[in-house]
């Protein structure tokens, strides 16, 4: 029996550094190479490729713009994002634009970046056979969650959304959780910080415990490294800024709205948005991972 290699694209204007990441996955991919936009875009369009992996800083074109199209030439394919920490238009567009499966910052840990590869080619050979909808089915939509203790946001979006969707306002860590209880929570948006609290850290348990949420980040304050964390370990869905722009909020649950719709359809799809696993002693209060396991049976779609 033959086992399928996946195909690996790496993207990245120095040539030293395709090549020294050729010669570190060639023996379990096939790999593929580019030193310019174009010609990456060229073998996606050319070949079935389940896992491009981008520098961000390249002339004619940034790696977030190449993994958005990307994106929509070939769906299935999952994308990882390299740079480095101090690059916060990347990684902000990374969220927003690309919509990628891993940041991995340079210079990168060979064991790490190698963890990541192999994840993501899993989840893209998994994609790869799994037939999604074209387009997905209508219904009643989820209720929206909004977590913050700042009464602009949930202002906001109860005036563009609540008639599309039930809102409830949480002010703190806790209340969200029983919101959760409701078991028809499919969108949630928030700060980071609320009150004394790090949002971030329930956000990335949340993803851990209940996959089918999408989450959607409001703040006034970032910086590279909480960004990653929240790629990597939350898989947020956007990363947008304060004061909240009605458009912008309506146009981010509607997709958001469809991302929830697409994932509850079709179970596969949460592989897809999985994070890496949030250290338990990051928890700021013991009770939290706990309350998350005992709703997380409510939340998961059926697989059959």
Request: net charge positive; proline share 5%.
């Amino acid at each position: 029996m033959t086992t399928l290699k996946p195909n690996i694209l790496f993207l990245d204007d120095e040539v030293r550094i395709v090549t020294a990441l050729k010669a570190l996955f060639r023996t379990d991919y096939n790999v593929f190479t580019a030193t310019d936009p174009r010609t990456a875009l060229t073998l996606v369009k050319e070949n079935t490729m389940h896992v491009v992996v981008s520098d961000q800083r390249m002339p004619v074109m940034l790696g977030v713009e190449v993994l958005r199209q990307i994106k929509e030439l070939s769906p299935k394919t999952m994308r990882v994002l390299l740079t480095g920490y101090s690059d916060m238009e990347g990684i902000v567009g990374s969220v927003n634009d690309g919509e990628v499966f891993r940041y991995v910052s340079k210079p990168w840990n060979n064991d790490a970046i190698r963890s990541t590869i192999r994840q993501a080619a899993q989840v893209a050979l998994k994609l790869s056979i799994a037939r999604l909808p074209a387009q997905i089915a209508s219904g009643t939509a989820p209720d929206v969650v909004v977590l913050d203790n700042d009464n602009e946001l949930f202002k906001t979006v109860d005036t563009v959304y609540s008639k599309s969707a039930k809102i409830h306002r949480a002010t703190n860590v806790r209340q969200a959780m029983d919101l959760l209880k409701s078991g028809n929570i499919g969108v949630m948006l928030s700060d980071l910080r609320v009150g004394n609290e790090d949002v971030g850290v329930f956000l990335k348990t949340l993803r851990e415990n209940y996959p089918l949420v999408v989450t959607i980040v409001f703040t006034s304050v970032v910086d590279g490294e909480t960004v990653v964390g929240l790629i990597n370990e939350a898989q947020i869905f956007r990363l947008l800024p304060k004061p909240p722009k009605n458009a912008l909020v309506r146009i981010s649950i509607e997709s958001a709205m469809q991302r929830y719709s697409a994932c509850k359809s079709q179970p596969v799809l949460l592989d897809r948005y999985q994070g890496q696993a949030t250290k338990e002693k990051e928890l700021t209060s013991p009770h939290i991972l706990d309350r998350l396991k005992s709703l997380r049976s409510r939340f998961i779609a059926p697989t059959h």
